[in-house]
């Protein structure tokens, strides 16, 4: 059974410009999950799609948004970069929303110049 | 006000010993699911053990054991047998079931386990 996969696997980007991500979940999932992981930060969550809602959202501003198809896959988008938008992104998946189990992707690597 | 904190940056062990990771956390709420992950030099989160907080019995998956107190908010875990591939960052991750926190895991900082030949 395939995990998550994520692309690209890394992003070089200018400040200013935008970002976008890509997550595919494992195959039932249909709930994806996007934190952040910065150096000095720690993990943080972003936001959680579930059957294409957006169900709950950390305390990120709204240049941070996404969207999850109905293949269940998910997009995050990252307007307006700043240099401390440079992280890695990690996408992860669980069964559901009753489901509390999360199985990440490898991560995108972003790096805003 | 950090909700999961993990007093250890980093634990070294020998091939074959036992080492045990701490994690404290804080809430007032009395359903939530805990969990560890390991984070080894790929990057690649994988999870590792989860507890959840109504069930009394500690988790055991393999070589990986917990040690959850409730009352005390503590959940440690044991690595026993160690072997080279556990070397990773382990991450504590908290969960509450309330609708404002309901998906969001909260981590911990990470303890650093290097387990030596």
């Known amino acids: 059974e395939a995990g998550v996969t994520q692309s690209p696997t890394h992003l070089i980007k200018t400040r200013g410009q935008q970002a976008t991500l890509r997550c595919s979940p494992i195959s039932g999932h249909t709930s994806v999950y996007w934190y952040q992981q910065a150096l000095g930060l720690g993990l943080q969550f972003l936001l959680w799609y579930d059957e294409g809602e957006e169900r709950n959202r950390g305390n990120f501003p709204p240049r941070f948004s996404g969207r999850q198809f109905p293949n269940y896959s998910s997009e995050l988008n990252v307007n307006a970069l700043e240099l401390e938008d440079s992280a890695l992104y990690l996408c992860?998946?669980?069964?559901?929303?009753?489901?509390?189990?999360?199985?990440f992707g490898p991560g995108t690597r972003l790096t805003v110049t | 006000a950090q909700t999961v904190t993990q007093s250890q940056p980093e634990m070294s062990v020998q091939e074959a010993e036992t080492v045990t990771l701490s994690c404290t956390y804080d809430t007032s709420e009395s359903n939530y699911y805990l969990f560890w992950y390991k984070q080894p030099p790929s990057r690649q989160m994988i999870l590792v053990i989860r507890q959840e907080a109504y069930k009394q019995q500690n988790a055991t998956e393999n070589r990986f054991s917990v040690n959850f107190q409730k009352a005390a908010k503590s959940f440690s875990l044991k690595i026993s047998d160690s072997q080279l591939g556990d070397t990773a960052m382990y991450f504590c991750a908290f969960m509450k079931l309330t609708t404002d926190s309901w998906g969001k895991l909260q981590f911990g900082a990470g303890t650093q386990v290097v387990v030596t030949p």
């Open positions: 992860a998946s669980s069964l559901g929303p009753d489901h509390y189990e999360q199985y």
